[in-house]
Every structure is written in C-alpha cells, then in structure tokens.
C-alpha cells in the first residue's frame, strides 16, 4: 500500500488549479441513467470514488468513453443488469445514488446497503422512505435493498434530517416520476444546486434547488446534454486551511469563491487575509494563526468535510479552541493520530478541546478516512522532521494528484509505493 512520506517545515507559495468536485461528480454520473440519450460531463476529477463509480455504471450496462480533452461521454441505451452490487457499494457508500434513477426510469433496482463506514453508522432510511412515499414497493432482503415502482408518483416529502445524496437521490427519482414531489428540509449544499442545473440541461423541471424546499415537476423524459462540473469547494478549502498553517502565500485558479463563506469567514478570524476575484481565491498568512472554535452542520453553515482540517490548523494555532461535529457520530478518528504528533487534543462526547502547541514532530500516523487523511498531510507540513502517513487510498478518494499539488506549492511530499 502507498504512503506519503512529507518533510514538514516549508511555507506554500505559488499557485494551483482546483479540480471538479468528487460530491457533484458523483451523483451527476448517476443522472445519466435517466436518459437513452448521451451525457457529455468535463472537469470530472480523476480520482478513485469516480472511477469506482464508472466500474458501478459500467457493470450496469452504461456505454462509457473519455474523449481526447478529458471529458466524458455516458450513454445508457441498454443496460444489462438492474443492480449495484455489495462488492462495489461497500468501497463506496455513493453507489446509493444509482437506486433513484434505476427506479425512476427502469421500474426496478437492487441496490446493497452501504453499510456503515469509519466515520458513522451513515443509514439510508430517508432515501427508502422518500422512494416509498413517491409509490416505490421496497423490501431489504439479504442486505440488498430490492425497489420496484411501474411508475413512480409525485409526492410531497418531509426529510426528516437534512440528508446530501438522500436529496440528491430524490431528486433524480422525481424527475422522471408522474405529476409534481416537492422535497421539505432539503439539503442546500451547492452540489445539489450543481446536479439540479445538469438535470435541467437534460429537460427536468426543477425549481428550489438550494433552498431547503425543492421542487420537481416530473417530464416524460430526459434527453442528453453537455455539462461541466463546478470545482471542489472542500479541496478548496482543504489547500487554504494548508497555506495558513504553514503562514504562507497562495492563489488557487479554476474555484468558485460563492461556496465556501463559512470557511472563509473562520480562516479570516484566525489571521489570514483572503481576497476573492471570479474564479481565483489568494489567501496569505503573515504569522502563526490564532484558535478558531468549530460547529459543524448542513450548508450554508461550516461543512462537517472541513472539520479535520481546521483541528490540524487548532493544533498549532495560538489558544485553546473547541470543535463541535453534529452531523456524523464519530469524526475524530484523526484525533488519535495527530496526538502523534504531539497535539493537545481532549475529545468530550461530540466536542474536541484543542490547545495550540508551538510545535507538532513528526511521526508514523495512519489515514483513517477521507478527510482525516488530508488533515494529516496538512499537520505534516507544518510537523518538525518527517512524517509518514500509511493506507493514503483513503486520500486518493477525494483529493486529485495531492503531492504533485502540495509540491507545486513548494512542500516535500513523497509518495512511497
Ligand atoms: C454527503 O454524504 C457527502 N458525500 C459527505 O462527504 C458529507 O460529509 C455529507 O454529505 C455531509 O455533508 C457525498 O456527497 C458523496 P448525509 P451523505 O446523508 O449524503 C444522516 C466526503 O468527505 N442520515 O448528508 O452520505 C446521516 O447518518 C464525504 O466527501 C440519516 O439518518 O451524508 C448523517 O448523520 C464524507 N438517514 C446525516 O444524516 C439517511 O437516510 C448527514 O448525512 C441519510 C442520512
């Protein structure tokens, strides 16, 4: 198994481009099953959750090809099996999102559960819930989730907790279904919006999306289109987070600067100035960043996706902080490892106390989860000597050619086969 071996120590300077993002790409890559018709994506991002997705499309029968530039061509004309298997759904808990449009345009799916993963028991209630009302006849047999509905009938759905792909995965069912489903406490994530505007492309009627109250009008069908995915606001933040621990100076291209205000906000507390033009985000930091207390929840609030990050920066900012994370029951497996490396770190229930140190050592530490990863990486950079951080599959779900980004940026970032 790889590993990333990083000499801490260095300030980032200089300028990257920002990639498509993992939590649009997925759930549009599953929209092209609504259509016969092909759907054109670019600005897919070249990593692993999206090429275990392609595997999921393919062994269902989609018609796949990258063209010469990158982008993508998907075409669902005839599909030859109906289900996401358990040996792909368990490496990827996104593979629920084929279940709505199989449903919607097939009549029929099967679809494992997810089962739970490292950072929560991560259940798919909602999505069952939000299929049944709309007419879907589902039973769980053998751990695989069997749906059937002839046609699936608008309905007005109440989430109960605000769910990202339980929306995602509504939304696209609804889109095909008869008459109109109106989603309450919907999740407003900006990859909803982003998955909306490519439904729309291909001739949904979608209004609301981004606002906690969507609603679809079903169509009959949904025809091909061309469309670009909107860049990663958490691989955004994750290189800012970066560039203000190590108190240096960075632009990064091809961003969206609407998208991260909570972030922002809490990276300015700490010190760091930011200015934002279109598409460019410059963040420079000219000294050591002050504690910033944390509490996540569903957009627009601060992103339970950036929590690890912002823990790494408390490590060795000045001060004490506290972290609060509600959305998931246990993302603070990175806790352990950064105390590693000489945090102060005391965990009480779903609260972290950090006290800033002035400085973190290197060590061997282990990725645990997406996101705990890449906080790793952020803690190493700052880390005194070197640190090896072992099972980086993990960060090769999310994060696009990170060593080859880190040292553009001027980090010494290694990755060991
Ligand atoms: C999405 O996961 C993201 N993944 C996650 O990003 C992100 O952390 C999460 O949203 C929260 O923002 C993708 O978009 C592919 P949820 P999702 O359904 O949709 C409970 C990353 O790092 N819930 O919004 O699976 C659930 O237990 C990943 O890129 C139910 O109870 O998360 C959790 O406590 C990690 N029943 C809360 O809602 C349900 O049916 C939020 O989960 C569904 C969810």
């Not at 259509?35 to 595997?55: F, Q």
């Not at 393919?58 to 010469?68: A, T, V, Y």
């Not at 069912?173 to 439904?199: H, K, Y």
């Not at 972030?263 to 000294?287: F, H, N, P």
Request: with cysteine.
């Amino acid at each position: 198994m790889d590993k990333l071996a990083i000499q801490g120590g260095t300030r980032l300077e200089g300028e990257i481009c920002i990639s498509g993002a993992k939590n649009a790409a997925l759930p549009i890559l599953c929209a092209a099953l609504l259509t016969e018709e092909t759907l054109h994506l670019d600005n897919l991002p070249k990593l692993r959750d999206i090429s275990t997705s392609l595997t999921l499309l393919g062994h269902i029968g989609m018609q796949i090809s990258l063209d010469e530039t990158g982008g993508i061509d998907l075409q669902a004309a005839r599909l030859d099996r109906l289900e996401a298997p358990y040996s792909l759904v368990k490496t990827m808990r996104a593979s629920i999102l084929v279940l709505g449009p199989l449903l919607a345009r097939y009549g029929e799916a099967r679809v494992s559960l997810p089962g739970g993963c490292a950072i929560g028991s991560r259940p798919v209630d909602l999505h069952i819930k939000g299929l049944k009302a709309m007419g879907a006849e589902i039973s769980i047999e053998h751990g695989y989730i069997h749906a059937k509905a002839a046609r699936l009938q608008g309905a007005r759905i109440f989430m109960d907790s605000v769910t990202v792909t339980g929306t995602e995965n509504l939304m696209m069912a609804a889109s095909l279904a008869q008459g109109t489903t109106t989603l309450e406490n919907a999740a407003r994530e900006p990859e909803i919006v982003d998955l909306a505007n490519c439904l729309i492309a291909m001739g949904a009627d979608i209004s609301g999306a981004g606002t906690d109250t969507v609603r679809i009008r079903g169509v009959g069908r949904l025809h091909g289109a061309r469309f670009s995915i909107m860049p990663d606001r958490i691989e955004t933040g994750t290189y800012l987070v970066a560039a203000a621990m190590t108190q240096g100076k960075i632009k990064l291209r091809q961003t969206r600067t609407d998208t991260l205000d909570a972030v922002i906000e809490k990276l300015r507390e700490a010190g760091a100035k930011i200015s934002c033009d279109q598409d460019t985000i410059t963040l420079s930091m000219d000294r050591r960043p002050s504690a910033v207390n944390i509490k996540t929840a569903p957009y627009p609030a601060f992103p339970t996706d950036m929590q690890a990050q912002f823990m790494a920066m408390n490590c060795i900012a000045e001060g004490v902080s506290s972290i609060t994370e509600t959305i998931f029951e246990n993302r603070f497996m990175h806790v352990q490892e950064m105390q590693r490396l000489g945090a102060n770190i005391e965990i009480e229930g779903n609260t972290a106390l950090v006290r800033g140190v002035d400085k973190l050592e290197g060590a061997m530490v282990m990725a645990t989860d997406l996101r705990a990863s890449a906080s790793l990486v952020l803690a190493a950079l700052v880390a005194e000597g070197e640190t090896v951080i072992e099972r980086i599959y993990h960060i090769d779900r999310g994060y696009e050619r990170i060593e080859e980004k880190f040292n553009q940026l001027g980090a010494h970032v290694k990755r060991v086969h």
